[in-house]
């Protein structure tokens, strides 16, 4: 099993950016597939983007869709996800998820699959 610590959460006012980054442990770390999630107070934790074991697929939710970018750097155990154009409604607790890759394309819309880290607090202000 890959742990998983995430940092890089906030709190940024609508419109401004965050990177969030989530560093793994093990040396196995290229052959997982890598997600976000997010949880926001009374709802569901729900997919964010994905990201293949060689960075050559990505993935993500149609509700951030052009302002979020996933990547990776297998050098260094590490995915980050940038967010741009941050709205209120991205306010969630985020996790790093990750997942053999045989089972990337389950990571879209499974999310209890995998290794979990304990979630950084992203909040946006109006």
């Known amino acids: 099993q890959v742990q998983l610590v995430e940092s890089g959460g906030g709190l940024v006012q609508a419109g401004g950016s965050l990177r969030l980054s989530c560093a793994a442990s093990?040396?196995?770390?290229?052959?997982?597939?890598m997600g976000w999630f997010r949880q926001a107070p009374g709802k569901e934790r729900e997919f964010v983007a994905a990201i293949n074991w060689s960075g050559g697929s990505t993935s993500y939710a149609d509700s951030v869709k052009g302002r979020f970018t996933i990547s990776r750097d297998n050098a260094k155990n590490t995915v980050s996800l940038q967010m741009n154009s941050l709205k209120p409604e991205d306010t969630a607790v985020y996790y790093c998820?990750?997942?053999?890759?045989?089972?990337?394309?389950?990571?879209?819309?499974?999310?209890?699959?995998?290794?979990w880290g304990q979630g950084t607090q992203v909040t946006v202000s109006s």
């Open positions: 093990g040396r196995t770390f290229s052959s997982y597939a």
């Open positions: 998820n990750a997942r053999p890759n045989s089972l990337y394309y389950s990571i879209s819309y499974s999310n209890v699959v995998g290794s």
